[in-house]
């Protein structure tokens, strides 16, 4: 019997479990975690034969037998002792991003990573395909888990045409053979920098999911792509995208995708007008080139893409519009989890807006955030852990209108007897933090978001 052992229990854990277990491996889930949660994933598993321990870490130096595979969910770090130790025992040790892959290798795949910009990039992305009758699904961090994808496929027999799959960078660390037909990569800015150490580290993680495609697409409106790949020629032949024009494109202009007069071009063929695009926020328009990009890049035509663009509702917990009360539209932003998404989000709504922020805080320069929000907030609610380090920083930097409130619900009563009174424009929650001090996800703080404010109005 071939033995694979997966670490870690969340989403991609339990997907990764189902599929080894379908490709006929006996398999063992570890997770040093504990709880109600963790307890109502593993039962299933344990259920269909799958051995789970909560509350006990692998140690690949006390087991009785090591596995043959071992598959590391995306939560848990690539240099954790334990993982570190068990590639130097020879273990074979992948992602479940990789693994899927071994499975759905015969499909044509788009990988897509970046800072900010990537959900909205691959929803768009696949629903062109969608638009235009072929079954290019979207997966990773987005939507279902690539395992759950490839389970099906093995299972049912289900025809792709695609795989369109969000990766961060906790992802592609851990990929090993992986090949795509089209790689995207939308914007870059320091984000994880306390699980990857620095700056370069983590650039050459993302960098090197684009040395493993055919096609590289790269936002050339990025200041920190063009500078560190458009002016060294890293990937000469890579295909680049520019909202201002064929002209301000780095490299190979005539393969660009870029707008002009109103339209968004495509090698030279005007595709769609980028007015078509329901989505608030001038950044979605490099989203949009990127995801023509993306979908010509494996054949797509150009009329699926127009009536998918026009079609496109936006993406949950990005710009979200959520309610409206008395007048004043409320936001979901909950996935700008660090400082440039929850800029772009402050940049994207009427001003004056009353912003929700706070959760657990990360590593980065918070400057540009605290100006926009001196320009653009009549109150900042401040919630979570980092409430306190927030409202630090407003005093040094003289901004006097926030208010700690600790909790979502608190933060939407707030802004709700706020609003009409100040002149808000807009109510936003766009945290420019992580979620796991309150919530499992940003998606469950979102819904949290969504759910008091519709109690408040009912």
């Known amino acids: 019997m071939v033995i694979a052992q997966v670490i870690g229990l969340g989403r991609s854990g339990v997907a990764a479990a189902k599929l080894l277990a379908h490709q006929g491996f006996s398999v063992t889930v570890n997770d040093g975690g504990a709880g109600e949660k963790l307890d109502a994933l593993a039962q299933p598993l344990r259920g269909s034969g799958i051995r789970v321990h909560l509350g006990n870490n692998f140690d690949p130096d006390r087991a009785a037998e090591n596995p043959d595979l071992m598959v590391v969910s995306p939560g848990v770090p690539w240099d954790l002792p334990m993982v570190a130790r068990s590639r130097e025992l020879g273990i074979e040790t992948i992602g479940e991003i990789e693994l899927a892959w071994r499975s759905l290798k015969h499909i044509p795949w788009i990988g897509i990573t970046g800072t900010n910009g990537k959900t909205t990039t691959t929803a768009l992305t696949a629903a062109m395909f969608e638009a235009g009758d072929r079954d290019a699904p979207a997966c990773g961090n987005i939507g279902n888990a690539a395992a ?3 389970l099906e496929v093995l299972a049912t027999g289900r025809k792709l045409d695609g795989v369109v799959a969000e990766m961060s960078s906790f992802q592609i660390e851990s990929l090993k053979e992986l090949r795509s037909q089209v790689g995207v990569w939308t914007t870059f800015t320091p984000d994880h920098l306390n699980r990857h150490h620095t700056l370069d580290n983590y650039f050459e993680i993302k960098a090197s ?35 201002n024009g064929k002209e301000a494109l780095p490299a190979n202009p005539n393969r660009g995708v870029y707008i002009e007069d109103g339209w968004a071009i495509a090698q030279g063929e005007p595709i769609v007008p980028v007015q078509a695009l329901k989505m608030v926020g001038e950044h979605n328009y490099q989203n949009l080139l990127m995801a023509i990009a993306a979908a010509r890049g494996l054949g797509l035509g150009r009329e699926a893409i127009a009536k998918a663009v026009e079609g496109f509702p936006g993406v949950p917990h990005r710009l979200e519009w959520v309610v409206s009360w008395q007048g004043v539209p409320f936001i ?10 929850a800029v772009v989000g402050l940049r994207s709504v009427g001003r004056p807006t009353i ?38 920083r407003f005093v040094e930097t003289g901004f006097d209108r926030y208010e700690i409130v600790e909790t979502m619900e608190a933060a939407v009563k707030r802004a709700m007897e706020l609003s009409p009174h100040i002149g808000a424009k807009s109510v936003l929650l766009s945290p420019a933090c992580a979620s796991f001090d309150q919530y499992a996800s940003f998606e469950e703080r979102g819904d949290d978001f969504r759910a008091r404010c519709a109690a408040w109005m009912s």
């Open 355 to 392: 912003l929700i922020a706070g959760g657990k805080a990360k590593a980065g320069d918070d400057s540009v955030w605290m100006k926009e929000i001196g320009d653009r907030a009549a109150a900042v609610l401040l919630i979570g852990d980092a409430a306190e380090t927030f409202a630090k």
């Open 332 to 341: 979901n932003d909950s996935k700008a989890t660090n400082y440039d998404a």
């Open 209 to 243: 999911l684009l040395e493993r495609v055919e096609i590289q697409i790269i936002n050339g409106d990025d200041d920190n792509l063009r500078s560190r790949l458009g002016v060294t020629q890293r990937f000469p032949n890579a295909l680049w995208t520019s909202v």
């Open 148 to 150: 759950v994808l490839a």
